[in-house]
């Protein structure tokens, strides 16, 4: 005979017992089984919904890396900004941050340096940076096709690397002032590659 504990009183008694003879409890030893599978339905319908909200967040324009903004501010602002994408884009095309901050300094803005796929289309490209502009506004974006052309561009004369690699800039500012006020395009300036057909060309949103 294995002795088990009153679920009411503690007391160590028969597992066989109908009543606790030291409290009177009715099956004092028997396991709320009822309400424990309730309890485990309730745990696993909240396991999944919470794995199925990870993967839908991270299946669009997850990136591989980033180099984070300038301050722990801008950071914090920057990660609200994007944990859930406004549109669903039609393709999802690997990219890498490699600066972001906020123009101006304003809140309501985003700044960002990306490399994108060299398989990347130029539907990838546009609508690569109209999720990541979002609703911010003033938006500046550089796309290049490698952190080599992005790291030739911050030298005082970049050669052919950067020129090459430099896929072009998307400009939004329709709230602040200043030279590019009104602006909510993409501009295009690979000198040779996929892109150059259309460099000097811009594409309006």
Not at 57 to 79: A, M, Q
Not at 90 to 114: F, S
Not at 120 to 134: M, R
């Amino acid at each position: 005979m294995a002795l088990k504990p009153c679920k009411e009183c503690r007391k160590e008694i028969s597992s066989e017992a109908k009543v606790c003879p030291k409290c009177g409890k009715k099956d004092p030893t028997a396991v709320p089984t009822r309400r424990l599978k309730i309890g485990l339905i309730v745990l696993m319908a909240l396991v999944a919904f919470v794995t199925l909200e990870a993967i839908i967040s991270n299946t669009y324009f997850k990136p591989s890396s980033t180099r984070g903004p300038d301050s722990k501010l801008e950071t914090d602002l920057l990660v609200a900004a994007h944990q859930r994408p406004p549109d669903r884009p039609r393709r999802v095309v690997p990219y890498d941050i490699v600066r972001q901050w906020l123009p101006n300094h304003e809140r309501t803005g985003y700044g960002a340096d990306l490399v994108i796929s060299p398989d990347a289309t130029e539907s990838d490209v546009t609508d690569l940076v109209a999720f990541l502009a979002g609703s911010h506004d003033p938006v500046s974006i550089g796309v290049y096709l490698s952190q080599d052309a992005y790291d030739d561009g911050q030298r005082s004369n970049p050669s052919a690397v950067f020129g090459n690699g430099y896929v072009g800039a998307y400009v939004k500012n329709l709230s602040s002032g200043g030279a590019f006020r009104g602006f909510n395009e993409f501009r295009w300036a690979q000198e040779q590659g996929r892109f150059s057909h259309l460099t000097g060309q811009v594409t309006k949103f």
